[in-house]
């Protein structure tokens, strides 16, 4: 009997003893975007650029904008980065990697442009790391980008980019000043 009682408070301990949570799939750091259009027919690049290397509060962002010509196709890249870490990591390949479980969305106001997906996930549904945008007449306004983990992609009118339906949780989320001349 005296045995049994000994080992109780043994067993007692190891059944309470805490394991560390697992975290399924931990958010990543994004510390820069960068959004890069190409001409379709040929010429400089048109870069936009987003980089907070110390995340929410302290130092403002750096954002970067370049003008875009009127009446132009561009072919558009995403790039994603954590610059916090030596050498920097580089997120948009994990965002294509887990593809089914992201997406992009491209809102825009008062600028001439339109945007469309170059890309999709294994069940065909966009993801947004490329893209196609057009350019219309001169104008200015602004584009927001932002990245959704977990999109509800069947929903009504998200695999057409639009972000009203899409639910799930926003990774990051730029606004950028556009001018086209």
Same mark, same amino acid.
């Given at each position: 009997?005296?045995?049994?009682?000994?080992?109780?408070? #043994?067993?007692?301990?190891?059944?309470? *003893?805490? *394991?560390?949570? +697992?975290?399924? %799939?931990?958010?990543?750091?994004?510390?820069?975007?960068? &959004? /890069?259009?190409?001409?379709?027919?040929?010429?400089?690049?048109? /870069?936009? $650029?987003? @980089?907070?290397?110390?995340?929410?509060?302290? %130092?403002?962002? +750096? #954002? +970067? @904008?370049? +003008?875009?010509? $009127? %009446?132009? /196709? &561009?072919?558009?890249?995403?790039?994603?980065l954590n610059e916090s870490v030596s050498p920097a990591e580089d997120i948009s390949d994990e965002v294509s990697e887990e593809s089914l479980e992201h997406q992009f969305f491209y809102s825009f106001t008062g600028a001439d442009l339109s945007v469309t997906y170059n890309d999709s996930d294994a069940n065909g549904n966009p993801i947004g790391l490329k893209t196609k945008v057009i350019t219309g007449n001169a104008s200015n306004g602004q584009i927001t980008i932002t990245l959704k983990h977990e999109p509800d992609k069947s929903a009504s009118g998200v695999s057409d980019g639009q972000i009203a339906n899409a639910g799930g949780e926003t990774d990051i989320e730029v606004t950028f000043n556009v001018e086209i001349q």
């Open positions: 009997m005296k045995k049994l009682l000994l080992l109780l408070p #043994v067993v007692a301990f190891f059944s309470c *003893e805490k *394991e560390d949570p +697992v975290i399924p %799939n931990e958010e990543e750091l994004i510390t820069t975007l960068v &959004y /890069t259009l190409t001409p379709d027919g040929g010429g400089d690049p048109v /870069t936009f $650029s987003f @980089t907070d290397l110390d995340g929410d509060g302290g %130092n403002a962002p +750096v #954002v +970067v @904008t370049e +003008v875009l010509a $009127s %009446n132009t /196709t &561009y072919s558009g890249e995403l790039s994603l």
